[in-house]
Protein backbone atom coordinates (compact mmCIF):
# COMPACT_ATOMS: atom_id res chain seq x y z
CA UNK A 1 0.00 0.00 0.00
CA UNK A 2 3.07 2.64 0.72
CA UNK A 3 4.16 1.81 -2.81
CA UNK A 4 0.59 2.36 -4.20
CA UNK A 5 0.22 5.76 -2.42
CA UNK A 6 3.76 6.78 -3.27
CA UNK A 7 2.99 6.14 -7.05
CA UNK A 8 -0.06 7.82 -6.88
CA UNK A 9 0.75 10.96 -4.67
CA UNK A 10 4.06 12.00 -6.68
CA UNK A 11 3.71 10.00 -10.18
CA UNK A 12 6.63 8.37 -10.35
CA UNK A 13 7.47 5.01 -11.71
CA UNK A 14 6.57 1.79 -10.60
CA UNK A 15 10.01 0.72 -10.65
CA UNK A 16 11.31 3.48 -8.47
CA UNK A 17 10.14 1.86 -5.56
CA UNK A 18 12.46 -0.90 -5.98
CA UNK A 19 14.87 1.06 -4.66
CA UNK A 20 13.77 1.83 -0.81
CA UNK A 21 10.52 -0.53 -0.77
CA UNK A 22 12.64 -3.83 -2.12
CA UNK A 23 8.67 -4.52 -3.78
CA UNK A 24 9.07 -5.36 -7.54
CA UNK A 25 7.76 -3.35 -10.72
CA UNK A 26 4.81 -5.44 -11.33
CA UNK A 27 3.98 -6.04 -7.98
CA UNK A 28 3.55 -2.18 -7.50
CA UNK A 29 1.78 -1.83 -10.64
CA UNK A 30 -1.07 -4.69 -9.22
CA UNK A 31 -1.37 -2.88 -6.06
CA UNK A 32 -1.97 0.21 -7.64
CA UNK A 33 -4.64 -1.22 -9.85
CA UNK A 34 -6.10 -2.94 -7.15
CA UNK A 35 -6.17 0.05 -4.74
CA UNK A 36 -8.03 1.83 -7.28
CA UNK A 37 -10.45 -0.73 -8.85
CA UNK A 38 -11.41 -0.99 -4.51
CA UNK A 39 -12.11 2.83 -4.59
CA UNK A 40 -14.20 2.53 -7.51
CA UNK A 41 -15.99 -0.01 -5.92
CA UNK A 42 -16.42 0.98 -2.20
CA UNK A 43 -16.98 4.78 -2.95
CA UNK A 44 -17.67 4.96 -7.04
CA UNK A 45 -21.68 5.65 -6.63
CA UNK A 46 -21.60 8.26 -3.48
CA UNK A 47 -18.36 10.17 -4.32
CA UNK A 48 -16.94 9.60 -8.07
CA UNK A 49 -18.36 11.81 -10.42
CA UNK A 50 -22.03 11.61 -9.89
CA UNK A 51 -24.95 13.85 -10.63
CA UNK A 52 -26.85 15.19 -7.69
CA UNK A 53 -30.50 13.73 -6.37
CA UNK A 54 -33.47 16.01 -6.55
CA UNK A 55 -32.69 16.31 -2.69
CA UNK A 56 -29.31 17.03 -3.01
CA UNK A 57 -30.02 19.77 -6.03
CA UNK A 58 -32.69 21.29 -3.50
CA UNK A 59 -30.57 21.33 -1.04
CA UNK A 60 -27.69 23.14 -2.05
CA UNK A 61 -30.23 25.91 -4.49
CA UNK A 62 -31.96 26.46 -1.33
CA UNK A 63 -28.62 27.27 0.38
CA UNK A 64 -26.87 29.13 -2.12
CA UNK A 65 -30.45 31.16 -2.20
CA UNK A 66 -29.66 31.78 1.22
CA UNK A 67 -26.18 33.02 0.66
CA UNK A 68 -27.65 35.30 -2.00
CA UNK A 69 -26.94 33.22 -5.26
CA UNK A 70 -29.90 32.01 -6.22
CA UNK A 71 -29.73 29.20 -9.02
CA UNK A 72 -26.08 28.49 -8.14
CA UNK A 73 -25.20 24.74 -8.42
CA UNK A 74 -21.36 24.85 -7.93
CA UNK A 75 -18.38 26.52 -8.96
CA UNK A 76 -16.29 25.10 -12.30
CA UNK A 77 -12.96 25.51 -12.62
CA UNK A 78 -9.35 24.40 -13.45
CA UNK A 79 -5.96 23.83 -12.02
CA UNK A 80 -2.24 23.43 -13.13
CA UNK A 81 -0.34 21.19 -11.04
CA UNK A 82 3.38 21.28 -11.76
CA UNK A 83 5.01 17.92 -13.13
CA UNK A 84 8.61 17.32 -11.68
CA UNK A 85 9.08 13.86 -12.54
CA UNK A 86 6.95 14.52 -16.03
CA UNK A 87 8.62 11.74 -18.41
CA UNK A 88 10.90 12.84 -21.30
CA UNK A 89 8.40 11.25 -23.85
CA UNK A 90 5.29 13.13 -22.26
CA UNK A 91 7.26 16.65 -21.44
CA UNK A 92 5.87 18.47 -25.14
CA UNK A 93 2.43 17.73 -24.35
CA UNK A 94 2.85 18.27 -21.04
CA UNK A 95 4.78 22.20 -21.15
CA UNK A 96 1.90 24.71 -19.53
CA UNK A 97 1.17 27.65 -20.09
CA UNK A 98 1.78 28.33 -16.40
CA UNK A 99 4.12 28.05 -14.01
CA UNK A 100 6.81 30.15 -16.20
CA UNK A 101 6.10 26.96 -19.00
CA UNK A 102 7.01 24.20 -16.66
CA UNK A 103 5.72 20.57 -17.06
CA UNK A 104 2.13 20.47 -15.57
CA UNK A 105 -1.35 18.20 -15.31
CA UNK A 106 -4.73 19.80 -14.85
CA UNK A 107 -7.32 19.16 -12.29
CA UNK A 108 -11.00 20.36 -13.85
CA UNK A 109 -13.31 19.64 -10.84
CA UNK A 110 -17.13 21.09 -9.99
CA UNK A 111 -17.70 21.93 -6.40
CA UNK A 112 -20.56 22.77 -4.44
CA UNK A 113 -20.13 25.66 -1.23
CA UNK A 114 -19.82 23.20 1.12
CA UNK A 115 -16.43 21.73 -0.71
CA UNK A 116 -18.18 18.38 -1.81
CA UNK A 117 -16.88 17.91 -5.30
CA UNK A 118 -19.47 16.38 -7.73
CA UNK A 119 -16.96 16.35 -10.71
CA UNK A 120 -13.21 16.13 -11.06
CA UNK A 121 -10.67 15.61 -14.07
CA UNK A 122 -7.07 14.83 -13.14
CA UNK A 123 -4.68 14.30 -15.99
CA UNK A 124 -5.39 16.13 -19.19
CA UNK A 125 -1.97 17.81 -20.26
CA UNK A 126 -0.64 20.99 -19.48
CA UNK A 127 -0.68 22.10 -22.82
CA UNK A 128 -4.14 23.04 -23.10
CA UNK A 129 -6.13 25.87 -21.37
CA UNK A 130 -9.25 25.89 -19.22
CA UNK A 131 -11.49 26.04 -23.22
CA UNK A 132 -9.43 22.98 -24.72
CA UNK A 133 -10.31 21.05 -21.24
CA UNK A 134 -13.99 21.91 -21.13
CA UNK A 135 -13.74 20.55 -24.44
CA UNK A 136 -12.98 17.41 -23.89
CA UNK A 137 -15.10 17.26 -20.43
CA UNK A 138 -17.10 14.40 -19.49
CA UNK A 139 -19.99 17.22 -17.49
CA UNK A 140 -20.09 18.79 -20.27
CA UNK A 141 -21.10 15.32 -22.71
CA UNK A 142 -23.63 15.01 -19.58
CA UNK A 143 -25.72 18.12 -20.11
CA UNK A 144 -25.54 17.42 -23.65
CA UNK A 145 -27.29 13.86 -23.32
CA UNK A 146 -29.61 14.95 -20.68
CA UNK A 147 -28.29 12.90 -17.75
CA UNK A 148 -27.12 16.23 -15.69
CA UNK A 149 -30.67 18.12 -15.56
CA UNK A 150 -30.34 22.05 -14.94
CA UNK A 151 -33.83 23.01 -15.14
CA UNK A 152 -35.31 24.41 -11.79
CA UNK A 153 -37.37 26.73 -10.11
CA UNK A 154 -37.72 30.11 -11.92
CA UNK A 155 -34.96 33.17 -9.86
CA UNK A 156 -34.29 36.06 -10.83
CA UNK A 157 -30.12 37.04 -11.81
CA UNK A 158 -29.13 40.57 -12.77
CA UNK A 159 -32.66 41.60 -13.73
CA UNK A 160 -33.45 38.41 -16.25
CA UNK A 161 -35.38 35.49 -15.35
CA UNK A 162 -34.02 31.87 -15.15
CA UNK A 163 -34.73 28.27 -14.54
CA UNK A 164 -31.94 26.37 -14.79
CA UNK A 165 -28.90 25.93 -12.83
CA UNK A 166 -25.72 27.68 -12.95
CA UNK A 167 -21.90 27.48 -12.71
CA UNK A 168 -20.00 30.26 -11.29
CA UNK A 169 -16.74 30.34 -13.30
CA UNK A 170 -13.54 32.71 -14.10
CA UNK A 171 -13.59 35.48 -17.10
CA UNK A 172 -11.90 32.68 -19.48
CA UNK A 173 -14.92 30.57 -20.03
CA UNK A 174 -17.30 31.10 -22.91
CA UNK A 175 -20.57 33.16 -22.45
CA UNK A 176 -23.02 30.25 -22.20
CA UNK A 177 -25.78 30.21 -20.06
CA UNK A 178 -24.81 27.98 -17.83
CA UNK A 179 -22.02 30.01 -16.54
CA UNK A 180 -22.36 33.18 -14.74
CA UNK A 181 -18.63 35.02 -14.62
CA UNK A 182 -16.87 36.33 -10.90
CA UNK A 183 -16.25 40.21 -11.48
CA UNK A 184 -12.43 40.57 -12.12
CA UNK A 185 -11.96 44.20 -10.43
CA UNK A 186 -13.50 45.73 -7.11
CA UNK A 187 -16.39 48.45 -7.28
CA UNK A 188 -15.83 51.21 -5.42
Same mark, same amino acid.
Given at each position: ??? @?????????? @????? #?????? #????????????????????? &?????????? #?? =?????????? +????????????????? =??????? +????????? +??????? &????? +??????????? @???????? =????????????????????? #??? &???????????????????????????? @?? &???
Amino acid at each position: MTA @AFRVLAYGCG @ADRKD #ENLSIG #ESTVHDAVKSFCKLLIQEFGD &EYLNRTPTVA #ER =NRILKHNKTR +GFPGLFASWDCKHFVWD =NCPVALQ +GQHKGHHAG +GKYTKIL &EAIAD +GSCYIWFVHFG @APGSCNDI =NVLDKSSIVGALLSGQLDLKT #EPY &EINGTIRDWMYFLVDGIYPNWAIFVKTI @AV &ERG
